[in-house]
């Protein structure tokens, strides 16, 4: 007789195939169980599947608000490749996008009658400083105290939003703004440029794949890419080599904070123009979701942002025309996360059921 | 009347290419402490696991009691009479010591029942324990304490300690004996397994000595001396040597002096003002059974610890003692440590990338923090080319290679970068035989061509076979050097079981 319940045991080698096909087959697997959920609620899968992934993309208005989610999910994405792939576990790019959104944002709030080139530059650099700076508390943590970096950075993503809470009702408030919790608008040269007229997708999508360009040149060209990477795979390897760890963890916590600082910054200074309490639907934390679903690559985490960018605009149209709420979208989002790391799990093990005696 | 509880006949277990158990036969009396003696590698763990569940025997019987004895799970092992205490405690650090016991016993129990049983053999074996002192809060002595009590209260026939005095301090050693007496004198048998020589004679009644998974011989210790143990322990290894000393020159060149470094843990090894000598050309062995400050030593040798307490390491008239490993390499320092998965080498890097662990400063891999894919390839394919690795190429991934092949690689990695010394350990553990061959050759070649090389070994033979002067490690102290040449083998026995004379 075999026993009730599998035990895990690793496989020799895992094969290089399945490691590519891990996202296509938790994509297909959640549809399936968004398919099952639908018909559970009472609504025709397709017509439902149609409404979520489909009708959402089929104007070039859609497509342009596609790519507007997609920017801030890629950019914090390629970011926490940088941790990851160091094996740190940074869970507070909400945190340091807030705070890149308060810095570069405060630029702006402070030069809001100010139309000049230098603005939008200088805002920018001041929204990477404010997320690096953020990024960096749970590194010094880490390297001095060594604390965890999961909880501290995740505690400190609730400081950054009080933060801003404060702000928008207290010393940043808009004058004019009878009384809501938001700050002034920024000046026109305080804007991101729009690409296209009529349409949101604005010149935070070039950035972004400017800095995922760049971050693909470090990860495959560089010898500082080569140690974080080490130094994930095993940390004695890299003592071994004499790669100084410290730095690696400060590095990756700097860069990474800094490419959310900028996806805040993006966000309040594209599509919404001042400071608020909501600026960010949860892209830090959706990120993680996207830089996994990517395979921490710099192409798979395109692809993947798109990918869980619809499901951001798929929850809009359900609620609109399903009368679903819209937290469907994140029972997709977590979908994915949970076949993602479940096919993980069985690449690199199997299960057995042991004989009983 | 048979005064013998355990028969073991024939017992044999094979892994891959290895045979750690040939034919393994003896007898275990009742009521004594018989003691099973041999290097690492001899095949005394693999017995043991056998014993206690934890590993199948290819062939062979086992009899308790004159009954078969049969079990597949340290359960099973426990309800026959037989339990054991690891090397390693599995106890909950931030459980109390009685959730611990109570955790570790097979059937229910209630909370005062066992507090009465506790305090019965508490008393009797001299086994004082602090019922709810959190783990965290003992000494190892303590903690094994609690692993022996956990045993105790399933009342076993047949205790296997399982190289109990590694962790303990001497007075912890010492009131370990008290209890294993009382254990005995009550009628029970111990199973103790151990390299120490002196602990076989002053505690154990019966020694069976085994070498290369097989049975030297069983014995009552009453008319050994720590000499014949170890005579019988490593065999009679010494065969005409062939080393050469020509070309070694007399300049010094690597100098450690007074190497002291605590560490406040139990399971490391403190090292105790470490001295040697190593000449140009010259290959120094360190010899000694694992767990002697072998790791500890390596670590401070490669730069990756450099908080010792005390001492210096010279190397061409420069103190090196605080330097990372990679200001170690640009003095052409270069070293490979024990483990190749995941230390020396990164499995799931390919070659090529495997490379990089190790620069040189004349490599001319990295420009402007730009690796420079050309130059590493070639060097790799350099080193799979001269050193004879057996590989589809250099993009394979270093886990796909075996051990002896990646381990081929990794040495000629650091030999092609023409170290001016190799300091290197366990140099062909656990790879085959044509490997283990040339892997030794070219560390001789190597040092004919004027490399000093530290070899850190618990393999005896090879140390014999290749070094020039060779000295024993035992409880993190070094011992004065011998010429290999000339040493005696009882000599080298006696210093590995920590005996001085």
Not at chain 1, 103 to 109: A, D, V
Not at chain 1, 204 to 233: A, D, H, N, P, R
Not at chain 2, 49 to 77: C, M, R, T
Not at chain 2, 359 to 371: A, M, W
Request: charged content about 20%; some cysteine.
């Amino acid at each position: 007789m075999n026993s009730l319940f599998p035990s895990v045991v690793s496989r020799s080698q895992s094969s290089g195939l399945m490691n590519f096909f891990v996202p296509i087959i938790s994509i297909v697997l959640t549809l399936i169980t968004g398919s099952i959920i639908f018909i559970l609620l009472g609504f025709d899968p397709v017509y439902a599947l149609y409404t979520f992934f489909i009708s959402p993309i089929s104007s070039t208005y859609g497509i342009s608000e596609l790519f507007v989610k997609a920017t801030p999910l890629a950019l914090i994405a390629i970011g926490l490749s940088y941790c990851f792939k160091n094996n740190i576990y940074n869970i507070g790019a909400e945190g340091q996008l807030t705070m890149g959104a308060i810095f570069g944002g405060g630029i702006g709030i402070l030069f809001h009658d100010t139309n000049a080139f230098w603005l939008l530059p200088l805002m920018i650099f001041a929204g990477a400083i404010g997320g690096a700076l953020w990024g960096l508390i749970p590194a010094i943590l880490k390297t001095k105290f060594n604390t965890n970096e999961i909880l501290t950075s995740l505690m400190l993503v609730y400081v950054a939003l009080f933060i801003l809470d404060y702000l928008v009702v207290g010393p940043w408030k808009d004058p004019f703004g009878y009384s809501f919790p938001k700050s002034r608008p920024f000046s026109e040269s305080g804007r991101m440029p729009l690409l296209f007229d009529g349409l949101r997708v604005h010149f935070g999508l070039i950035i972004t794949l400017f800095l995922i360009f760049v971050s693909w040149f470090i990860f495959s060209k560089t010898i500082f890419g080569f140690q974080l990477k080490v130094s994930g795979y095993s940390s004695k390897a890299a003592r071994y080599a004499g790669f100084n760890q410290t730095t690696l963890v400060f590095f990756a916590f700097a860069i990474c904070g800094a490419f959310a600082g900028i996806a805040g910054l993006a966000e309040v200074s594209g599509p919404i123009g001042l400071l608020y309490r909501d600026i960010s639907p949860n892209y830090g934390f959706t990120a993680i979701i996207v830089a996994f679903l990517g395979r921490l690559h710099p192409i798979g985490i395109i692809f993947a942002s798109l990918v869980i960018a619809l499901t951001y605009l798929g929850a809009e149209d359900a609620q609109l025309f399903l009368q679903i709420p819209s937290a469907v979208g994140f029972i997709f989002q977590g979908l994915v996360l949970f076949y993602l790391l479940g096919a993980e799990l069985l690449i690199n093990y199997k299960l057995t059921y042991k004989k009983l005696l | 009347m048979s005064d013998t509880i355990l028969n073991i006949e024939n017992i044999t277990k094979s892994f891959p290419r290895v045979v750690a158990n040939k034919k393994v036969t003896f007898d275990i009396k009742k009521n004594a402490v018989h003691a099973i003696l041999g290097e690492n590698g001899a095949g005394k763990s693999t017995l043991v696991k056998i014993l206690y569940g934890l590993l199948e025997p290819d062939q062979g019987n086992i009899k308790l009691n004159n009954k078969d004895f049969k079990v597949s799970s340290p359960a099973e092992a426990r309800k026959q009479g037989i339990g054991m205490v690891f090397q390693h405690f599995s106890l909950f650090d931030s459980l109390s010591v009685k959730e611990n016991l109570i955790l570790g016993i097979d059937e229910k129990m209630s909370y005062s029942d066992l507090e009465d049983k506790l305090e019965n053999i508490s008393s009797r074996y001299n086994l004082p324990l602090d019922l709810d002192a959190p783990i965290t809060a003992l000494s190892a002595g303590e903690k094994q304490r609690v692993e022996i009590v956990r045993i105790l209260l399933q009342d076993p026939q047949i205790l296997i300690m399982d190289e109990p005095t590694s962790v303990l301090t001497p007075q912890e050693v010492e009131s370990l004996f008290v209890t294993l007496n009382a254990l005995v004198k009550e009628g029970r048998t111990i199973l103790y397994i151990t390299h120490k020589l002196e602990e076989v004679i002053s505690i154990c009644d019966t020694v069976t000595i085994m070498r290369s998974g097989e049975i030297v011989d069983t014995s009552s210790t009453s008319n050994q001396t720590a000499k014949t143990l170890a005579t019988k322990m490593l065999g009679q290894k010494l065969e005409d040597l062939k080393t050469n000393y020509g070309h070694i020159k007399d300049e010094v060149n690597f100098e450690v002096k007074n190497i002291s470094c605590e560490f406040n843990d139990p399971f490391l090894t403190d090292l105790k003002n470490i001295s040697f000598q190593v000449r140009v050309g010259e290959i120094y062995g360190i010899a000694g059974v694992a767990g002697n400050g072998q790791s500890e030593l390596m670590d401070i040798l490669t730069g990756e610890n450099i908080n010792i307490k005390s001492g210096s390491i010279t190397f061409d008239n420069k103190k090196i003692e605080k330097y990372g490993p990679q200001k170690r390499r640009d003095l052409s320092i270069s070293f490979v440590p024990e483990n190749r998965l995941g230390h020396s080498a990164v499995p799931e890097l390919s070659l090529s990338e495997n490379i990089l662990l190790s620069q040189f400063p004349k490599n001319n891999f990295i420009k402007n923090g730009i690796i420079l894919k050309n130059n590493v390839d070639d060097f790799a394919n350099n080193v799979i080319n001269e050193f004879k690795v057996i590989t589809p190429g250099n993009d394979a991934k270093a886990s796909s290679l075996s051990g002896g092949n990646l381990q081929k690689y990794v040495i000629g990695r650091e030999i092609s970068s023409k170290p001016k010394i190799l300091i290197i350990s366990h140099p062909t553990w656990g790879i085959d035989a044509g490997a283990e061959h040339s892997i030794r050759e070219s560390l001789i070649e190597l040092s004919q061509n004027g490399t000093s090389i530290i070899v850190i070994s618990q393999d005896l033979d090879e140390l014999i076979e290749i070094t020039h002067k060779i000295s024993v490690i035992y409880d993190g102290k070094l011992s004065k050097p011998f010429r290999t040449n000339e040493v005696e083998i009882e000599k080298l026995g006696l210093l590995m079981g920590g005996k001085n004379e």
